[in-house]
């Protein structure tokens, strides 16, 4: 079993930044890739960032390529997700995930690939 925690959301100006960090516990945190996703109102839950387990590799979507930074910290057991230049479409539950299945620099993108869920963070994007 893998507990996700996710904290950091809230409401901001378009253009602004937040940080959102994911705390997991109950198995070995370098064992799995992590996985941000995020879904609208309405909207299916699809991947913004993903990392690997070490870290070397990290993949994000073309909607938040260049304004988001996923990292991680292995000792601290958590991930990260810096968002900056934020747009008012970013608004979403934003989730963290957990993949068992990937090999050390590998990682996957699709929602029924992850494991375990956290159980989400708003984050509202005023323009």
């Known amino acids: 079993q893998v507990q996700l925690v996710e904290s950091g959301g809230g409401l901001v100006q378009a253009g602004g930044s937040l940080r959102l960090a994911c705390?997991?516990?109950?198995?070995?945190?370098s064992n799995y890739a992590m996985g941000w996703f995020r879904q609208a109102p309405g909207k299916?839950?699809?991947i913004a960032a993903v990392i690997s387990r070490s870290g070397a590799t990290t993949y994000y979507s073309?909607?938040?390529?260049?304004?988001?930074?996923?990292?991680?910290d292995n000792a601290k057991n958590t991930v990260y997700l810096q968002m900056?230049?934020?747009k008012p479409e970013d608004t979403a539950v934003y989730y963290c995930a957990a993949d068992l299945r990937s090999s050390t620099t590998a990682y996957h993108t699709a929602v029924y690939e992850y494991d375990y869920w956290g159980q989400g963070t708003q984050v509202t994007v005023s323009s």
């Open 62 to 72: 073309d909607s938040v390529k260049g304004r988001f930074t996923i990292s991680r």
């Open 44 to 46: 299916e839950r699809i």
């Open 23 to 29: 705390a997991a516990s109950g198995r070995t945190f």
């Open 84 to 86: 900056n230049s934020l």
